[in-house]
């Protein structure tokens, strides 16, 4: 079953890598890292300072809106996913 958590988180943090790289204007500079605890895990996204405001979208649209499809893609988990954008 870990492996099975490991793989998900993966994908996961690889799905948020292929959103924010198709908003930005600078996607070799997108990172994406997870911070694994008991019952959360935490994606962690930074980009470049000039595309912050594409993946965060005016009035915070475009970040809820991936922190909505993270939430659907980890529904059948038992860890919490949250979204930081650094």
Same mark, same amino acid.
């Given at each position: ?24 204007? *600078?996607? %070799? #500079?997108? /990172? !994406? &890292?997870? *911070?694994? %605890? #008991?019952? /959360? !895990? &935490? ?44």
């Amino acid at each position: 079953m870990a492996e099975e958590n490991i793989s998900k988180a993966e994908s996961i943090k690889e799905l948020v890598r292929f959103v924010a790289e198709s908003l930005v204007d *600078k996607p %070799e #500079e997108v /990172s !994406v &890292t997870l *911070k694994e %605890e #008991e019952t /959360s !895990v &935490t994606v962690q996204l930074s980009v470049a300072q000039d595309d912050m405001g594409k993946v965060i979208g005016k009035q915070g649209r475009i970040a809820k809106a991936i922190r909505t499809v993270v939430k659907a893609a980890s529904v059948k988990e038992d860890k919490k996913y949250i979204v930081e954008i650094l």
